[in-house]
Nanobody
Framework: QVQLAESGGGLVQPGGSLRLSCTAS????????LGWYREAPGKERELVAA???????NYANSVKGRFSVSRDNAKNTVSLQMNSLKPDDSAVYFC???????????WGQGTRVTVSS
């Protein structure tokens, strides 16, 4: 079992910044992916950004150049720095863990990001 605890999120004006953080605990595979998905009303959940234990990153095209994902393997944390936020970035953001050994995945409970003036 893996537990994911998210923090951050909230209300921000367009053009502003927010930082999301997530701490993973439990039995983590030594090779895994941590990342963030988001789900907006009426839309499917989509990948925002992810990073492997080796540091390989993957971003949605819509956030490239604005968002940055990072992790601390010693602390089992993943962060998402979101800059130049747009109203379209408004969604519930979910922390995500994926084991590269047995393909199991776990999700956080989600944190809401609202971009509005």
């Amino acid at each position: 079992q893996v537990q994911l605890a998210e923090s951050g999120g909230g209300l921000v004006q367009p053009g502003g910044s927010l930082r999301l953080s997530c701490t993973a605990s439990g039995r983590l595979a030594s090779r895994n992916t941590l990342g963030w998905y988001r789900e907006a009303p009426g839309k499917e959940r989509e990948l925002v950004a992810a990073i492997t234990t080796a540091g390989t990153t993957n971003y949605a095209n819509s956030v490239k150049g604005r968002f940055s994902v990072s992790r601390d393997n010693a602390k089992n944390t993943v962060s998402l720095q979101m800059n130049s936020l747009k109203p379209d970035d408004s969604a519930v953001y979910f922390c995500y863990y994926y084991s590269l050994y047995d393909s199991t995945d776990y999700w956080g409970q989600g944190t809401r990001v609202t971009v509005s003036s």
